[in-house]
C-alpha cells in the first residue's frame, strides 16, 4: 500500500534534480559538521551554476559547498565565517564572488525568522559597527577597490538602547543532513549536528534533507522531533558514511 505523504526519493541526484541555476539555496552545517556532503556532491554532478548560498560557512578547499566554489558555480554567499578556505579568499579578493558576512547569531534568527514568516526584527548585534552603517565590502573589482558595498540599515531606539533592522532570509531551495528522518519529513539532528539544519531547514521554499537513518512513519517520539515533516518536501536515506574533520587534534593520553 503506497503512503501518499511518502516523500522520499530513490537517491541524492534525484533530490537536486529540479534544482535549476540562480537559484538560492539555505545549508545546513557547521565548518564540517552536519553538511548535507552527499546532496552538495550530486548538484555539482547536476551542473547548476550561478547559485546563492545562505550558510554559516562555505566548506573547505574541496569539500562540502567549497567544492561547488571550486568549481565557480556559486556567485553570491552569506555566511558568518570563512574558515580556512583558501579558494573562498581567493575569488572575494578577486571581485569573482559576493560576500555578504552576518554576525553568527544575527544569521541565526534571520533564517529562523524566514521559516517563521516574521519579513525583520531589531537586535542589538552590530550597532556602532560597518554591519549598520554600512560600507562592508560586499563585491571588489579585478584591481581591488570596492565594487558594491552593504547598505546603511535602519536603526532604531528601544529604551536607552540602539537596535538595527535585519531581514528575514527565505531561499528557493534549503539542504539539510539530519541523523534520523522518516517518510513524512520528520527530523531529528544529533548532538552538534543540531546547529544551523533546524533553521535552514525552514527557510526553504523547498527543502531537501539528507538523513542516516530512514524510519517508518510512527518510530518518531513526536516529542524528539527537532524540524517537522511539514518543513520538508524531500527526503533521501545516505548512510552514515562520508563524515570529514576539518581540523584534527590530538593530546597524549593522562596517566
Not at 578577486?94 to 554576525?103: D, R
Request: proline residues 5%; aromatic residues 6%.
Amino acid at each position: 500500500m503506497l503512503d501518499g505523504m511518502d516523500k522520499t526519493v530513490a537517491s541524492a541526484a534525484e533530490a537536486v534534480a529540479d534544482i535549476p541555476d540562480g537559484a538560492s539555496l539555505a545549508v545546513g552545517g557547521f565548518g564540517l559538521n552536519g553538511i548535507p556532503q552527499n546532496l552538495i556532491a550530486a548538484l555539482l554532478e547536476q551542473g547548476a551554476s550561478d547559485l546563492e548560498t545562505v550558510s554559516n560557512n562555505c566548506g573547505v578547499d574541496g569539500w562540502g559547498l567549497g567544492a561547488l566554489l571550486d568549481a565557480k558555480r556559486i556567485r553570491r554567499t552569506t555566511g558568518s565565517y570563512v574558515g580556512e578556505n583558501k579558494e573562498f579568499e581567493r575569488q572575494y579578493l578577486s571581485g569573482e564572488l559576493e560576500v555578504e558576512l552576518v554576525p553568527q547569531g544575527t544569521l541565526a534568527e534571520r533564517l529562523r525568522a524566514g521559516g517563521s514568516g516574521i519579513p525583520a526584527f531589531y537586535t542589538p548585534a552590530g550597532v556602532g559597527t560597518p554591519v549598520a552603517d554600512g560600507g562592508l565590502p560586499w563585491r571588489y573589482n579585478a584591481d581591488g577597490s570596492v565594487a558594491l558595498a552593504s547598505p546603511q540599515k535602519e536603526t532604531r531606539t528601544f529604551g536607552e538602547r540602539a537596535y538595527v533592522l535585519e531581514t528575514g532570509i527565505v531561499c528557493d531551495y534549503a539542504l539539510v543532513r539530519a541523523s534520523v528522518g522518516d517518510r513524512h519529513g520528520n527530523l531529528i539532528y544529533h548532538k552538534a549536528t543540531r546547529n544551523f539544519n533546524p533553521l535552514c531547514a525552514m527557510a526553504g521554499r523547498i527543502t531537501i534533507a539528507e538523513v542516516e537513518l530512514l524510519v517508518e512513519p510512527g518510530e518518531i517520539d513526536p516529542e524528539r522531533v527537532h524540524t517537522p515533516g511539514i518543513f520538508v518536501q524531500k527526503v533521501v536515506a545516505v548512510g552514515s558514511g562520508g563524515k570529514r574533520i576539518e581540523r584534527v587534534t590530538t593530546r597524549k593520553r593522562g596517566a
